[in-house]
């Protein structure tokens, strides 16, 4: 057990704060650039986030309110988020173990509402998910046939699986190096593993800092991972990085000038209307602001 105060990642002690939020700060390790969220929230603070409301939440574009959690409305970019994941499982059928077989094994561990689930199912792969939130997993179980797992990812038992995917979960566990640990115990040797998380030392994850999102979700996101940060924890427990991509979505305008007003609510709100006038607001497009990583990783051996 690492004394309170250094390092969980490297040990080191030279550790600083790097983004104070009040009750809540964002410490930085200087040696290794691993940050975490001080204190970390007790399991039932955690259980206070993950109910339905996670996602539709009505406070999330509410500026005065300092810590931000879960998603306006997820049931709403169901269609955008799909798009993107079909990219990403082509991404990972191309790097499956010998050539992509229907059938083969796929857990999604935290699967929210089974999103990525349904596109890897259409794809071919023998899907499976884990899932914290038990109203997440109720949800699931009435549109879906795939197995759901409700609990701690760490309490798992199943597998082995020839694919595993885990976008935007690992920030949000309590035990991210177990959890690791965890995926590489429940896939196949020469498996392939998909994980996304904010890149928390990219350039405009840096200079947006503390008004950024993924730093302000204060109830929910607990480390910060970087590319060498990432890819260290991930050989650690076995794996070979394979490729680092930068996670960019399909957005709407309007929605992403929303969200350009939450870290800046000046700058932002004229945007917003002069896309309004512009008649842009209903505008797709891909968008990459380089704050988000996905990785790539062959379970060895
Ligand atoms: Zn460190």
Redesign the pocket.
């Known amino acids: 057990m690492v004394p309170e105060g250094?390092?969980?990642?490297?040990?080191?002690e030279?550790?600083f704060v790097k983004y104070d939020f009040g009750i809540h700060k964002i410490h930085r390790?200087?040696?290794?650039?691993?940050m975490w969220l001080f204190p970390q929230p007790k399991g039932e603070e955690l259980d206070e986030v993950y109910g339905f409301d996670y996602y539709q939440n009505e406070k999330f574009f509410d500026n005065k309110n300092e810590s931000i959690y879960g998603y306006y409305d997820y049931m709403s970019e169901r269609y955008i988020k799909q798009q993107n994941y079909d990219q990403l499982i082509d991404n990972m059928i191309q790097l499956t173990h010998g050539p992509f077989r229907e059938g083969m094994s796929f857990l999604d561990a935290g699967c929210g509402l089974g999103y990525l689930m349904d596109v890897a199912h259409d794809k071919g792969f023998d899907v499976e998910g884990i899932e914290y939130n038990p109203a997440a997993a109720e949800r699931i179980a009435k549109k879906y046939t795939f197995p759901v797992f409700c609990g701690d990812l760490l309490s798992y038992e199943g597998g082995p699986f020839d694919a595993v995917a885990m976008l935007d979960v690992i920030e949000h566990l309590l035990d991210p190096f177990d959890s690791l640990a965890k995926i590489s115990a429940v896939m196949k040797p020469g498996g392939i593993f998909m994980v996304s998380t904010m890149d928390s030392d990219s350039l405009v994850s840096r200079i947006v800092g503390k008004r950024l999102e993924d730093f302000r979700r204060t109830r929910e996101h607990l480390y910060f991972f970087t590319r060498r940060?990432l890819t260290t924890a991930l050989e650690r427990q076995g794996f070979e990085v394979i490729r680092i991509d930068s996670y960019g979505l399909p957005i709407r305008m309007d929605f992403l000038m929303r969200r350009i007003k939450l870290a800046f609510p000046l700058l932002g709100g004229v945007a917003e209307r002069l896309m309004r006038w512009l008649h842009l607001s209903s505008l797709q497009f891909h968008f990459d602001p380089h704050t988000k990583m996905t990785v790539y990783a062959r379970k060895i051996g």
Request: hydrophobic share 20%; glycine share 12%; net charge negative.
């Open positions: 250094s390092c969980e990642f490297c040990g080191g030279d550790v390790c200087r040696t290794c650039t691993f940060t």
